[in-house]
């Protein structure tokens, strides 16, 4: 430990060092990797992963809002998910950053909001199919005309026998074999969900899995071969390198990827949040070599959630260093939307959430007040269409309800009204605490009309046209 | 006319609710008379109120005693062609 010490002499500056190259604020912060290669130590020796190169890498985020997302909620009219798919498709953009969502396709409701989908003609997300692991149900995929669906082979012994009743590891192979077969001779491209891979035993049985389906997939034209999704079914995958396997991120991608020789592009990592690591390991997924995150809109999946797919999106940026034609505004227009339709999302979530970048804080209001970017994480007003807010409480202070009062009024620069000429309304804040006892936040209703009474002028000048 | 001083005391003394006999020019509006952040600014808008000026923002709210008040008001009224009793 004694050796790293060093000395560390000051860089004295008389300008700021905003850091632009990584916080260029008119997109979200970016991530630079070293060009030296990630060494990671699996089955004892070392190993080498390029995470630089994932700028030149296609990763891609796929959606499954209307199958786990769905899970976790009263079912959606065939009309929202018609909108929100329409939404996605514009998020997403032209090059298919959102490259594909899964449907289910069971009920008459299911194969007509799949029909009216994909009548609006958009390129992406492509649309594919979600399956029980059983033969016939391929008939459904052939006659929705789907050229991919997913299908459930979980993986973990708890599963396996458990859940399914196999006698054997054998058994249960066979059995998936079987219908990935069929799926196959269907001229349908299968998607093994290996279900619980983070609780499996992984020499055991996932990579013996996984070889037979790659000899399985060398059999057929390469736009059917076989692709496999790790399912992190209840949270447990961890992305600290030196984890060992099966909770290991980094080591799963690894054997999938160059052991059993799956490429990237058809490989897909489906996490879960209960252990809060859900965006993490996605993003971890990624860079060691997994070609698409599964996610679904906000998280919003079964119990804890998935990968929020918002959250990719602002990681895709960043990784990336470009929008890629991806429309971030399309964020907050689908949140609106989602709590129009009763969906909650917390006020504090991020990206999304009525207050993500609301400040309560009198000394960060100062700080919004002389430059916002001192506490805003990248311009949301350009991406998001949200610019910084301030709650006044009885700790925003007279900075706060200067912040307030021009962002109400839509002043920047010198336009901007100072403090002096406000002291009116701060004063009437400090009061409602201090005089009345008041113990709640001051509602923007409450403050509008009081900016109306003590600011006349101000008022008839600047009022807000609605 | 009253003085600057005079002048300045009587705004303090009605802000803060402070007896005018007790301040003197080396007191400190936040320290000695316990000026809050919503009072700093209720003194500079009352100061520019009762002398007919307008005053720079922060160069306002950066002036912490009485006698800089006094000072810092004489050379902003004499900016800006307004009368006093020095």
Same mark, same amino acid.
């Given at each position: 430990?004694?050796?790293?010490?060093?000395?560390?002499?000051?860089?004295? *500056?008389?300008?700021?060092?905003?850091?632009? &190259?990584?916080?260029?604020?008119?997109?979200?912060?970016?991530?630079?990797?070293?060009?030296?290669?990630?060494?990671?130590?699996?089955?004892?020796?070392?190993?080498?992963?390029?995470?630089?190169?994932?700028?030149?890498? &296609?990763?891609?985020?796929?959606?499954?809002?209307?199958?786990?997302?769905?899970?976790?909620?009263?079912?959606?009219?065939?009309?929202?998910?018609?909108?929100?798919?329409?939404?996605?498709?514009?998020?997403?953009?032209?090059?298919?950053?959102?490259?594909?969502?899964?449907?289910?396709?069971?009920?008459?409701?299911?194969?007509?909001?799949?029909?009216?989908?994909?009548?609006?003609?958009?390129?992406?997300?492509?649309?594919?199919?979600?399956?029980?692991?059983?033969?016939?149900?391929?008939?459904?995929?052939?006659? *929705?005309?789907?050229?991919?669906? #997913?299908?459930?082979?979980?993986?973990?012994?708890?599963?396996?026998?458990?859940?399914?009743?196999?006698?054997?590891?054998?058994?249960?192979?066979?059995?998936?074999?079987?219908?990935?077969?069929?799926?196959?001779?269907?001229?349908?491209?299968?998607?093994?969900?290996?279900?619980?891979?983070?609780?499996?035993?992984?020499?055991?049985?996932?990579?013996?899995?996984?070889?037979?389906?790659?000899?399985?997939?060398?059999?057929?034209?390469?736009?059917?071969?076989?692709?496999?999704?790790?399912?992190?079914?209840?949270?447990?995958?961890?992305?600290?390198?030196?984890?060992?396997?099966?909770?290991?991120?980094?080591?799963?991608?690894?054997?999938?990827?160059?052991?059993? #020789?799956?490429?990237?592009?058809?490989?897909?990592?489906?996490?879960?949040?209960?252990?809060?690591?859900?965006?993490?390991?996605? *993003?971890?997924?990624?860079?060691? #070599?997994?070609?698409?995150?599964?996610?679904?809109?906000?998280?919003?999946?079964?119990?804890?959630?998935?990968?929020?797919?918002?959250?990719?999106?602002?990681?895709?940026?960043?990784?990336?260093?470009?929008?890629?034609?991806?429309?971030?505004?399309?964020?907050?227009?689908?949140?609106?939307?989602?709590?129009?339709?009763?969906?909650?999302?917390?006020?504090?979530?991020?990206?999304?959430?009525?207050?993500?970048?609301?400040?309560?804080?009198?000394?960060?209001?100062?700080?919004?007040?002389?430059?916002?970017?001192?506490?805003?994480?990248?311009?949301?007003?350009?991406?998001?269409?949200?610019?910084?807010?301030?709650?006044?409480?009885?700790?925003?202070?007279?900075?706060?309800?200067?912040?307030?009062?021009?962002?109400?009024?839509?002043?920047?620069?010198?336009?901007?009204?100072?403090?002096?000429?406000?002291?009116?309304?701060?004063?009437?804040?400090?009061?409602?605490?201090?005089?009345?006892?008041?113990?709640?936040?001051?509602?923007?209703?409450?403050?509008?009309?009081?900016?109306?009474?003590?600011?006349?002028?101000?008022?008839?000048?600047?009022?807000?046209?609605? | 006319?009253?003085?600057?001083?005079?002048?300045?005391?009587?705004?303090?003394?009605?802000?803060?609710?402070?007896?005018?006999?007790?301040?003197?020019?080396?007191?400190?509006?936040?320290?000695?008379?316990?000026?809050?952040?919503?009072?700093?600014?209720?003194?500079?808008?009352?100061?520019?109120?009762?002398?007919?000026?307008?005053?720079?923002?922060?160069?306002?709210?950066?002036?912490?005693?009485?006698?800089?008040?006094?000072?810092?008001?004489? #050379?902003?009224?004499?900016?800006?062609?307004?009368?006093?009793?020095?």
């Amino acid at each position: 430990m004694d050796k790293a010490r060093k000395q560390h002499s000051l860089v004295d *500056a008389q300008r700021p060092n905003l850091l632009e &190259d990584t916080f260029p604020y008119n997109l979200p912060p970016l991530i630079h990797f070293s060009q030296q290669p990630v060494i990671e130590q699996i089955d004892g020796k070392p190993v080498e992963f390029d995470f630089a190169g994932i700028k030149d890498r &296609d990763i891609v985020i796929t959606d499954t809002t209307f199958r786990d997302g769905q899970q976790a909620r009263p079912p959606y009219t065939i009309d929202q998910m018609v909108h929100i798919y329409d939404r996605l498709a514009r998020l997403g953009g032209p090059n298919g950053v959102i490259r594909q969502t899964e449907f289910f396709l069971y009920t008459k409701n299911d194969r007509e909001t799949l029909d009216r989908c994909r009548a609006l003609g958009h390129t992406y997300p492509e649309c594919t199919g979600w399956i029980r692991a059983v033969k016939g149900d391929f008939r459904l995929v052939k006659e *929705a005309g789907l050229k991919e669906t #997913g299908m459930l082979t979980s993986c973990s012994d708890y599963h396996i026998f458990q859940k399914l009743r196999f006698r054997s590891r054998a058994e249960c192979i066979d059995s998936y074999c079987e219908v990935v077969a069929a799926a196959l001779e269907a001229g349908v491209r299968p998607r093994c969900h290996l279900e619980d891979v983070t609780r499996a035993d992984i020499d055991g049985f996932v990579l013996p899995f996984v070889d037979r389906l790659m000899e399985m997939s060398s059999q057929v034209p390469d736009e059917q071969s076989v692709k496999i999704r790790l399912c992190d079914t209840l949270g447990f995958g961890v992305c600290y390198p030196g984890a060992e396997l099966p909770r290991s991120v980094p080591k799963l991608i690894y054997k999938i990827n160059r052991e059993c #020789g799956v490429p990237s592009e058809r490989i897909e990592w489906h996490g879960h949040n209960d252990f809060h690591r859900v965006h993490a390991n996605a *993003a971890t997924a990624w860079l060691y #070599g997994c070609g698409a995150v599964n996610t679904t809109l906000f998280g919003f999946g079964e119990r804890t959630g998935n990968p929020p797919l918002e959250s990719a999106i602002i990681e895709y940026i960043s990784l990336k260093g470009g929008p890629c034609g991806i429309d971030t505004l399309v964020i907050s227009e689908l949140a609106d939307y989602m709590r129009s339709i009763g969906l909650p999302i917390p006020d504090n979530y991020p990206f999304a959430g009525r207050a993500f970048n609301t400040t309560r804080a009198g000394i960060h209001a100062d700080g919004l007040r002389r430059d916002e970017q001192i506490y805003n994480i990248f311009d949301t007003a350009l991406l998001l269409g949200r610019p910084p807010r301030v709650a006044i409480t009885d700790k925003s202070g007279t900075d706060g309800v200067v912040h307030w009062v021009n962002e109400f009024f839509g002043l920047k620069g010198d336009d901007r009204i100072n403090k002096i000429r406000l002291h009116k309304l701060a004063r009437w804040v400090i009061d409602q605490y201090e005089e009345h006892g008041r113990l709640t936040t001051i509602s923007d209703e409450e403050l509008e009309a009081k900016t109306k009474e003590l600011l006349p002028d101000y008022w008839e000048k600047y009022k807000p046209v609605r | 006319m009253a003085t600057v001083e005079e002048r300045v005391k009587a705004v303090t003394a009605r802000i803060l609710k402070v007896d005018p006999k007790q301040i003197k020019p080396e007191h400190n509006f936040t320290v000695d008379l316990g000026a809050s952040s919503v009072q700093s600014v209720e003194l500079v808008a009352s100061f520019e109120e009762e002398f007919g000026i307008e005053m720079e923002e922060d160069a306002a709210l950066s002036v912490q005693s009485i006698g800089g008040a006094v000072e810092f008001i004489t #050379g902003v009224c004499k900016e800006q062609g307004v009368d006093i009793e020095e």
